[in-house]
């Protein structure tokens, strides 16, 4: 799935900007601001279904070549991950490895990995 452009609007504050509480945590507004990018499928290159890139230039047999793909969740207990699943996916599968790493920095640490087989299904 590739965009020809994409346009939203942020919010802008001063950087004196005016708050809504005595404890100055809720800036107020003072516009909003639009942004529009174009071209995207030509200034970005496709992302796989984990939502990173893979260069060309990969190198498979490094070392460091595991640490570097996948998404991660550090020191989190409810950990969330997204995926963009497309359509054109139906009929497709998708395994997803899962390794949860506990107490990962002084003492014991448990490690429990686990596997999931995902067959993508049409809605209609």
């Known amino acids: 799935m590739a965009f020809d452009s994409i346009t939203f609007t942020v919010p802008m504050y001063s950087f004196?900007?005016?708050f809504s509480d005595g404890?100055?945590?809720?800036p107020i507004p003072i516009g909003n601001f639009t942004f529009t990018l174009t071209d995207?499928?030509?200034?970005?290159?496709?992302l796989n279904?984990?939502?990173?890139?893979?260069?060309p230039n990969m190198?498979?047999?490094?070392p460091y070549?595991?640490?570097?793909?996948?998404t991660y969740?550090?020191?989190n207990y409810h950990p969330r991950q997204q995926f963009?699943?497309?359509?054109?996916?139906?009929?497709?599968?998708a395994l997803v490895f899962i390794k949860t790493t506990f107490n990962s920095d002084v003492g014991l640490s448990v490690e429990l990995e686990h596997e999931f087989k995902i067959i993508f299904e049409d809605e209609n």
């Open 84 to 93: 963009f699943f497309d359509n054109e996916m139906a009929g497709d599968t």
């Open 23 to 26: 404890e100055f945590n809720n």
């Open 40 to 46: 995207i499928a030509q200034i970005q290159p496709p």
């Open 59 to 62: 190198c498979w047999d490094c």
């Open 65 to 70: 070549a595991e640490t570097v793909l996948g």
């Open 73 to 75: 969740s550090k020191n």
């Open 16 to 18: 004196l900007s005016w």
């Open 49 to 55: 279904i984990a939502g990173y890139q893979i260069s």
